[in-house]
Nanobody, 129 residues
């Protein structure tokens, strides 16, 4: 059974940093892609970043490039999202997701919510101005 559990969210001020964690179990990690999405109130869920478990290839949305970094830790079966220079517009519920595949593949596939078949429960990030 696939299980993804996020943690690390909270209330911070603009310019601060946070690190989100996603503890994963039940996945054949060598052939999966892990990703972070976020959903602000009254908005669609949007892609943030993705990483291949095997090779560590990454892709970040333009809106977070240079500020957020996705990474993974083999020993802890955990994916991280390091978020720096947070802005009020980063306020959202952040979700961890997983899908089968050895590589990122087409960007359209990597960034679509429908490409992912496993999701965590989400963690709230609130950035005050």
């Amino acid at each position: 059974q696939v299980q993804l559990v996020e943690s690390g969210g909270g209330l911070v001020q603009a310019g601060d940093s946070l690190r989100l964690s996603c503890a994963a179990s039940g996945l054949p990690f060598s052939s999966y892609v892990m990703a972070w999405f976020r959903q602000a109130p009254a908005k669609d869920r949007e892609f943030v970043a993705a990483i291949t478990w095997r090779g560590g290839d990454t892709y970040h949305a333009d809106s977070v490039k240079g500020r957020f970094t996705i990474s993974r830790d083999y020993a802890k079966n955990t994916v991280y999202l390091q978020m720096n220079v947070l802005k009020p517009e980063d306020t959202a519920v952040y979700y961890c997701a997983a899908r089968r595949g050895p590589g990122l593949g087409p960007i359209a596939t990597t960034t679509m919510t429908s490409s992912y078949d496993s999701w965590g429960q989400g963690t709230q990030v609130t950035v005050s101005s």
